[in-house]
């Protein structure tokens, strides 16, 4: 289990949930555009757009989400408040697409606008929530939504909670507790399910009582080539490396063959295979011992860099391709 703490602690947006009606009306602040200003979320968003690529129907989704949110914030200053809308949800997409890093920003984003109290995530696995023994896994389970109570609860491949094909399987007793909360405390945590589209669409049709409590589903789809070359850049830049003209020609057959194994992993693929470029990069540099090298020279990834991995054949012998993580098991 992993627990990643709310950036900042901002106390001052109260909760939309039903806090009541300002004492003098005419101080009420009803545009939107002051109330977005304040809360920091339009600054949000715009990082969400400047720091990941693509993705445009999930970031129309958040954008809708925060819409949602602050005229029901804007109501309930005027007494009109429905409650705190229901804001699970699921996350389906394949390896890589970004849904746990949405799912930070989601989070970051409900804190901002007063849904949830401290916007930390708290992230598991099957193995968090269900125990091996029998009255092992309600106090798991009970254990987990406690900490995760006030932030987003994000459980990566939820299918794993439902094993039909054990008689007596203590998953279904996480669900059911899971289920419960969903419904009693959703002013006050966010269960967010992520996993890959099919199984998590039979998930859902094995339990509808989690389907119903789900608001949004979101679907990643996978990058497509030019998103994939523009992710590249933009991690690259980040590092301070640039690509020599040939070393981005050599990137998109990279890509392009890449994209073709089985093991594929969208952004993280690219991410391993920019580590690996770093890797050869920095071998080449010091094997030229007694040369000063250049500014240039530590930021470049050259085109033999990339070309050394083992996707462009067997005939390259280089041990750390096997190192590649992203075959193995999702973050
Ligand atoms: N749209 C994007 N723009 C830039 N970087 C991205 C984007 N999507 C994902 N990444 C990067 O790719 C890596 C993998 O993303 P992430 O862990 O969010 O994927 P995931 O969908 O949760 O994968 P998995 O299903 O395997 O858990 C991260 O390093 C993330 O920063
Ligand atoms: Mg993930």
């Given amino acids: 289990m992993t627990t990643v703490p709310a950036k900042d602690d901002q106390e001052d947006i109260e909760a939309t949930g039903g ?8 101080e009420i602040s009803l545009d939107p555009g002051a109330v977005l200003a304040d809360s920091g979320v339009e600054e949000l968003l715009a990082t969400l757009d400047a720091e990941l690529v693509g993705l445009a129907p999930v970031k129309t989704r958040i954008r809708e989400i925060a819409a949602l949110l602050l005229v029901e914030k804007l109501r309930a ?4 408040s429905a409650g705190p809308p229901s804001l699970h949800m699921s ?4 390896p890589g697409t970004g849904k746990t890093t949405i799912a930070m920003r989601m989070a970051e984003i409900l804190h901002r606008l007063g849904y949830v109290r401290k916007g930390h995530v708290v992230a598991v696995t099957r193995d968090d929530l269900v ?9 798991k389970t009970r254990e987990v939504l406690k900490k995760a109570m006030g932030g987003v609860l994000f459980i990566d491949e939820a299918y794993y909670l439902y094993r039909p094909e054990n008689e007596r399987d203590y998953g279904q007793e996480s669900i059911e507790i899971l289920l419960q909360v969903m419904e009693n405390q959703r002013d006050d945590l966010v269960v967010i399910l992520a996993g890959y589209h099919d199984r998590m669409d039979r998930f859902f049709e094995s339990n509808p009582g989690i389907r119903s ?3 949004h589903h979101i679907d990643f789809p996978d990058y497509t080539l030019d998103e994939l070359l523009a992710i590249a850049r933009l991690m690259l830049d980040q590092m301070h490396y640039r690509l020599s003209v ?3 020609a050599a990137l998109v057959e990279y890509i392009e063959l890449r994209r073709s194994q089985p093991s594929f992993a969208n952004a993280r693929s690219i991410r391993n295979a920019l580590d690996r470029a770093r890797l050869r990069q920095a071998n080449r540099l010091v094997a030229r011992r007694g040369q000063e090298l250049t500014r240039e020279e530590l930021m ?3 085109a033999q860099d990339i070309r050394a991995s083992r996707v462009f054949g067997e005939e390259v012998q280089e041990p750390e391709a096997a190192v590649d993580d992203s075959a193995v098991r999702p973050s």
């Fill in 19 to 26: 806090s009541g009606i300002a004492d003098d009306p005419s």
């Fill in 77 to 80: 200053q005027v007494g009109l």
């Fill in 91 to 94: 996350f389906t997409g394949n």
């Fill in 131 to 139: 125990g091996q023994y029998i009255g092992h896994t309600a106090p």
């Fill in 213 to 215: 409590r789900i608001a």
């Fill in 246 to 248: 040939e070393a981005e």
């Fill in 300 to 302: 470049t990834i050259e």
